[in-house]
């Protein structure tokens, strides 16, 4: 998964051409807890980098999803509104939150890559 690029927010992303799909790290689920709630953007919507663009609600706590990079939302993943524990079961696969489309490919080298972003989290610990 050498595609992956990930945020400080622990929000992930994989690349393919000129969209991105986003969710949150396994990190970031485990932290959460029992995920009971997904807020998704609308389609259509645009974020620049850093903007809040989703919340997910576990048991424990609320937590604002930041887009890591600038785009505009193409999809959104409908299946969490029905299984919002997609996302503590399969957090970097069937547990994505939106696909967007890159404004501007070059805010994707601020991210980390898979090594970076264990190293940063173990830091963390």
Do not use: C
């Not at 992930?12 to 969209?19: H, I, M, N, Q, T």
């Not at 424990?60 to 299946?79: D, H, L, R």
């Amino acid at each position: 998964m050498s595609n992956l690029k990930f945020s400080k927010d622990h929000e992930w992303l994989r690349v393919e051409g000129d969209s991105a799909t986003i969710g949150i790290s396994d990190y970031a689920q485990e932290q959460l807890g029992d995920v009971v709630y997904v807020e998704l953007p609308e389609i259509g919507q645009k974020f620049s980098a850093g903007a809040q663009a989703a919340v997910v609600e576990s048991v424990k706590a609320a937590s604002e999803i930041y887009a890591p990079v600038g785009g505009e939302v193409t999809e959104v993943n409908n299946a969490l509104d029905d299984d919002p524990a997609l996302v503590n079961s399969d957090a970097i696969g069937q547990g994505w939150f939106f696909k967007l489309k890159l404004d501007n490919a070059a805010e994707l080298e601020a991210l980390m890559d898979e090594s970076s972003y264990q190293e940063f989290i173990a830091g963390l610990e």
